[in-house]
Nanobody
Framework: QVQLVESGGGFVQPGGSLTLSCAVSGSIFRFYTMGWYRQAPGKQRELVATLTTSYRTTYADSVKGRFAISRDNAKNTMYLQMNSLKPEDTAVYYC????????WGQGTQVTVSS
């Protein structure tokens, strides 16, 4: 079984920064492209960023230049550094595989507001 546990969310003012963490159980973490997703109330979950096993990254246009995805295979942990946060970034953030997906975790709430 693969378990995904997100953490690091919180309340931040526009222009602020947060770093999210995703702890991944199991020994398969390093073999899959991973991604960060987010879901706002009443909207579908959307892909925010991906990171391959070769450390290549992709980003949604809405976050490009502001967010940075990374992973530490030794710690089985993935991160999302979020800078210059905007109110429209408010959502529950999730991590999962990109093409191969496991059961979703609970996510971590990010609220950007003044």
């Amino acid at each position: 079984q693969v378990q995904l546990v997100e953490s690091g969310g919180g309340f931040v003012q526009p222009g602020g920064s947060l770093t999210l963490s995703c702890a991944v159980s199991g020994s398969i973490f390093r073999f899959y492209t991973m991604g960060w997703y987010r879901q706002a109330p009443g909207k579908q979950r959307e892909l925010v960023a991906t990171l391959t096993t070769s450390y290549r990254t992709t980003y949604a246009d809405s976050v490009k230049g502001r967010f940075a995805i990374s992973r530490d295979n030794a710690k089985n942990t993935m991160y999302l550094q979020m800078n210059s946060l905007k109110p429209e970034d408010t959502a529950v953030y999730y991590c999962n595989g990109q093409s191969v997906q496991w059961d979703w975790g609970q996510g971590t709430q990010v609220t950007v507001s003044s």
